[in-house]
């Protein structure tokens, strides 16, 4: 059984940026897909980003393409989000899941077997 354990939100400006961290522990996390979701007030949550097994295939959601960077060491057991240019609408709970299948990247909430407790990222204007 993993757990995984976010940190690394807060408050912000406009523009500004923030790296998350996800520290895994409890299954062989460099033999799974892992991925960042987030769900704004009164929304469903959302795929953003996610990552293959090895980190040398990453997928990003239109919405932050460009702005965002996933990326994971699998020697740390631990995978990054770095969030640069953010905006007011990047606001919400940020999770990290890790996928239960062993290749690929996925991007439904189905395809995550585990996930984090979630950490605020607010983006003031």
């Known amino acids: 059984q993993a757990q995984l354990v976010e940190s690394g939100g807060g408050l912000v400006q406009a ?8 520290a895994a522990s409890g299954r062989t996390f460099s033999s799974h897909p892992m991925g960042w979701f987030r769900q704004a007030p009164g929304k469903e949550r959302d795929f953003i980003a996610g ?14 393409k460009g702005r965002f960077t996933i990326y994971r060491d699998n020697a740390e057991n631990t995978m990054y989000l ?8 990047d606001t919400a709970v940020y999770y990290c ?4 299948h062993g ?11 585990y996930w984090g407790q979630g950490t605020q990222v607010t983006v003031s204007s």
């Open 97 to 100: 899941a890790q996928n239960r």
């Open 103 to 113: 290749l690929g990247i996925w991007s439904r909430e189905v395809d995550y077997d």
């Open 15 to 22: 523009g500004g940026s923030l790296r998350l961290s996800c």
């Open 82 to 89: 770095q969030m640069n240019s953010l905006k007011p609408e």
């Open 51 to 64: 990552i293959n097994s090895s980190g040398g295939r990453t997928y990003y959601a239109d919405s932050v």
